[in-house]
């Protein structure tokens, strides 16, 4: 034990001194039943120092909060060079991650970030670990250190906090249990492999492979020039079933680098005074800041208006200038990516051609689209090109960065679109639920925001939620129905989606899907994914719509306006507006079912009803309940179908 104890420590002292740290390692602080003899990847969080910063909370601790210092290092002492390195810290004390030096967030967020759950570290400027084959030993290759200066709280002196969790966050990884002892927590990371790594030495740099997801964006440098390179970025979406309007795309520089020229796309902001009174104007005396488009360190991006294609200044890109909507790649593979280009100046002492580094910290997100967490750039084999003279070759970017963007939701997040249900064999139709997309404040005073909303009859859905209450409390009352006081409060959506079962019969069944929009925007190439878990199989046809069944999935219809019916006009006044009340817009189509490939389905229980709903790749919010068979049975069910679907017909005629 004497002989291996020493050895750690030499070991220790070995990497220390390489780097030229301040930190150490006294004998009794090493772990010593740590992962030491790690042939694969070593992790190890050491924490350096802390102390209380204001202000002082004496009469509770817990609230107390303490800057703490620490250094993550992550060795590489496998057979294989490990590119874009990834760690897992599991944070455990409220901590606020203020600085880290040669490392971001790897999901996009900048500094100072909440990272009271934990935060995935990855490596920049220095992306890679090479082995020690490779480099004889050099650690400056071998080794990334990282020194984390943050806020924590509730942790005083002599604790000594350090993360729950250490892992290597890369895929294909898996890592021993945390070791810790004195002020150290390490770990042994390994890849996951039915046969033993082998060593061979690369005649180039190891490139990720392209990965997946609901967003991908290609960062390529297609010139480069001792003092600036040309970019090309382009985003293009992978969700089948979701879809970006209004794009906004963001980045940070991380080397002063500024935004001097675009095409296919503009800066949301043009602004240059970041330059004219910084190290850029300094340097750069001779250029013409007036001309250039934007020095913020984090630009935001913006599309082109459709007129603008054609343009000679700023057009001329393909797959530009389309008022920031992005369409999934199942509506129509054409218009699902975006594509600009733009010219970036360097600063000292990155002026050579080959000195190229990506922005970091990416964002984007759009009008009613989901929330998008989005990867560092990671650099992949150099994209190649068509060739631009038409030729059968391909040109090669100098240089290839990829950024994946995958959808999140929170908590607090509401949903923009509802659903209502309603079914041939009752004459109550299940309305959206009660601040389905969420309730105002100064709602609450007039209107319950927890009462379940009110069955409605089916005409009810054809005027605004303020002109329903008299409808409302005259089929309450014919209903034998007790009006809860106060009234419950409306969906507040702009986007409301009506399914009703038609017909059920021996060898089939048909919906009637009718989509309002009650909001203040036209939706043009408007589409919607419906999830069916039992009754996909059995689908016929949509007859107004353009449906089809989700290549990637046998549950999802996914549904279009046909031509010249892919538009949905937004909420107007009606034929006389002192007395009508307002139109939404509307589409509807009945859709038919075949129960030959669906035996035993039971319609009207469930098995006729969406579980899920998304209006232009936005997830609908679906009533609690569905219609009772048979509740409520009147000679007036058929005459309530026919008129919703008359008047539906008449609002598509206005």
Not at 24 to 32: K, R, T, V, Y
Not at 308 to 319: Q, S, V
Request: overall charge negative; glycine content about 6%.
């Amino acid at each position: 034990m004497g002989k291996f104890h020493n050895s750690l420590c030499i070991y220790k002292l070995l990497i220390l001194a390489v780097l030229h740290t301040t930190i150490c390692f006294s004998q009794a602080q090493a772990p010593q039943n740590s992962p030491d003899q790690c042939n694969e990847i070593l992790v190890t969080y050491t924490y350096v120092s802390g102390y209380a910063v204001p202000p002082m909370v004496p009469s509770d601790l817990s609230q107390q909060a303490y800057r703490f210092q620490s250094t993550l290092t992550v060795l590489n002492n496998g057979l294989q060079e490990l590119p874009s390195w990834r760690v897992f810290v599991g944070f455990r004390n409220n901590e606020v991650l203020v600085s880290a030096s040669n490392a971001v967030l790897a999901d996009g967020t900048s500094l100072p970030a909440n990272v009271s759950t934990g935060a995935i570290l990855a490596g920049f400027p220095v992306t890679n670990l090479r082995t020690g084959i490779q480099t004889a030993g050099d650690f400056n290759l071998m080794l990334a250190q990282v020194d984390l200066v943050g806020t924590q709280f509730g942790v005083a002196a002599p604790d000594v906090p350090l993360p729950g969790s250490l892992r290597i966050a890369n895929d294909g990884f898996s890592c021993t249990s945390p070791f810790a002892q004195g002020n150290a927590s390490q770990v042994c990371c390994f890849k996951d492999s039915d046969s033993p790594p082998s060593f061979e030495l690369e005649d180039q740099e190891i490139f990720e492979p392209l990965q997946n997801g609901d967003i991908s964006i290609m960062y390529d440098v297609i010139r480069s020039y001792e003092s600036n390179y040309l970019a090309q970025v382009t985003i293009s979406n992978q969700n089948p079933i979701r879809r970006l309007d209004n794009w906004h795309l963001s980045w940070e520089w991380m080397r002063e680098e500024f935004i001097n020229t675009m095409r296919g796309a503009y800066p949301f902001i043009v602004d240059t005074n970041e330059c004219i009174y910084g190290r850029q104007g300094e340097f750069y005396q001779d250029l013409d800041f007036s001309a250039a488009l934007n020095c913020e360190r984090r630009p935001v991006i913006i599309d082109l208006p459709l007129e603008r294609t054609n343009d000679t200044n700023l057009g001329r890109i393909p797959f530009c200038c389309r008022n920031g909507t992005i369409l999934p790649p199942n509506m129509d593979p054409s218009k699902s990516m975006s594509i600009f280009q733009m010219q970036v100046y360097k600063m000292p002492p990155d002026l050579n051609r080959t000195q190229l580094t990506p922005p970091q910290n990416w964002k984007i997100n759009g009008t009613n689209s989901p929330n998008y967490q989005c990867g560092p750039p990671v650099r992949t084999n150099p994209t190649l090109f068509p060739n631009a003279e038409g030729l059968s070759s391909e040109s090669v970017a100098i240089a290839s960065w990829q950024v994946v963007c995958n959808i999140t939701r929170s908590a607090s997040e509401s949903p923009k679109c509802c659903v209502s249900f309603s079914s041939f064999n009752n004459d109550s139709v299940i309305p959206c639920n009660t601040c389905a997309c969420g309730c105002n404040s100064d709602q609450s005073d007039v209107c319950s925001a927890t009462t379940p909303a009110l069955l409605l009859p089916s005409q009810a859905l054809l005027v605004p939620f303020d002109n329903r209450t008299k409808m409302a409390k005259e089929f309450s009352k014919i209903n034998n129905r007790k009006m809860p006081d106060p009234l419950p409060c409306p969906d507040n959506c702009g986007v409301s989606i009506n399914w009703h079962l038609l017909s059920d019969f021996k060898d089939g069944w048909s919906a009637r899907m009718t989509v309002f929009n009650w909001g203040e925007t036209d939706f043009a190439d408007w589409f919607a994914s419906v999830q069916l878990d039992n009754a996909m199989p059995g689908f016929e046809q949509a007859y107004s719509f353009n449906g089809t069944a989700l290549s990637s999935s046998d549950q999802i219809l996914f549904i279009q306006g046909l031509p010249g019916l892919n538009y949905i006009v937004s909420e107007r006044d009606g034929k006389n507006p002192r007395k009508d009340p307002r139109v939404p817009g509307s589409q509807q189509s009945v859709i038919s079912f075949t129960k030959k490939t669906t035996p035993g389905i039971n319609v009207p229980r469930g098995g006729g009803y969406p579980s899920k709903v998304y209006f232009n790749g936005a997830e609908c919010s679906l009533p609690s309940m569905l219609p009772s068979d048979g509740y409520g049975i009147t000679a007036a069910t058929s005459v309530f179908s026919c008129l919703i679907a008359s008047f539906v017909l008449l609002l598509l005629q206005l």
